[in-house]
């Protein structure tokens, strides 16, 4: 035999893959996926969203399709609240056509209030997590990733790190680009090779 291989079992298929790889002289076995461990045994509580550090994040527009993508380091709650209390700072009171114009040429704290300002919209504060990572320069440039595969975004620059655009081909082959930034149910993660 050359090697051995571990699979998942899976009815039906794992049988014609195992007569497969013994035709290349190549021994297989199998791992079941769902254990009674894993259905019995949680030693940590769920961390929820807004208590959770080391993110790159997303808050979309509830008026529109776009997004902003950020990161933090802190908890993503207090960095959400930073936020929100810049906008509501700059949107007190009632908004005429020109008091927004002119809030519209001043470049605010946060893309998000730029964003909330021109285009009276109202971001979505239920902040998305879209990577978890510890490490401030990686974090830097998942986000700067992010910013670039997600085309739909309300950022006023490219992030923490400057990704050249030489890089596009080989980000669109690493990368997949099948999430949904405005999904209501589902934590997004950016699927890129390490």
Known sequence: MRGSVALPYVRGLSEKIRRTLTSHKINSYFVPQN???????H????????DTSGVVYGVPCMNCNLIYIGETGRKLGNRIKE???????HMKGVMTRSSRMSQSNIT??????????KENHTPNWEAKVLKKEGNINKRGWQEAITIRKTGNNMNRDQGGKWLPHIYDDLLEKLCRKDYDVHSTDVIIEVNCRD
């Open 83 to 89: 936020h929100k209390k810049d906008v509501e700072d």
């Open 43 to 50: 030693p940590k509580d769920k961390i929820k969203p807004e």
């Open 35 to 41: 254990k009674l461990r894993s259905h019995l045994v």
């Open 108 to 117: 605010h704290k946060s893309a998000i209030t730029d964003h909330a300002i």
